[in-house]
């Protein structure tokens, strides 16, 4: 009986420590030389390093998106793309005639390029991706919203890292789009 007891008290101090530190999945470059993941530390601390295979390149502390989050690097390992497949739903509505039937998340940031010194090189909404006429397909869950194909639970091909260096992904209308450094 103690024994058991002695394991689960392991157990709950162990979780603390582990639970405190979380990483979104490594990814690796094209050309397989640089690797890309985001480290959250805590609630708002988040490190997202840039490495090779001698170590670290670079390291950027900022969080520039979540552990969730799918991350690209460039083939020389400057940049860095960051795409949101559960976005947080936008509130500022388009303006002019043409957007006034499209609502206001629809111009949720989904894409967005980093460099090495956290600077934004590009960014990309929803509605870059995604038709207004296919903006009914998108799935809006509370304050998020699921767009691409192949994560969360939306049938199809996940987004890939082809060998000539682009993003390649699916959208929820069905269209193949491609992003590149």
Not at 79 to 92: D, Q, S
Not at 149 to 175: N, Y
Request: hydrophobic fraction near 40%.
């Amino acid at each position: 009986m103690s024994r058991s007891a002695l394991i689960v008290m392991l157990l709950l101090v162990s979780l603390p420590a582990s639970a405190a530190e979380r990483a979104s999945r490594t990814r690796v470059s094209a050309n397989g030389t640089f690797s890309v993941r985001l480290v959250e530390k805590a609630p708002g601390q988040c490190t997202l390093e840039v490495s090779k295979e001698s170590g670290p390149l670079w390291t950027l502390k900022e969080c520039v998106g979540g552990v969730d989050d799918l991350y690209f690097v460039s083939n020389d390992g400057a940049r860095v793309w960051v795409l949101f497949p559960l976005a947080p739903k936008g509130t500022k509505k388009l303006p002019g005639k043409r957007y006034r039937k499209v609502p206001a998340w629809a111009n949720t940031v989904v894409a967005v390029e980093y460099d090495r010194q956290g600077g934004r090189v590009q960014e990309r909404s929803l509605l870059s991706f995604v038709a207004q006429r296919e903006l009914p397909e998108v799935r809006q869950l509370g304050q998020h919203l699921k767009w691409l194909e192949g994560l969360l639970g939306v049938p199809g091909k996940g987004p890939r890292l082809t060998d000539a260096g682009h993003i390649e992904f699916e959208t929820v209308g069905g269209k193949s789009h491609k992003l590149t450094f």
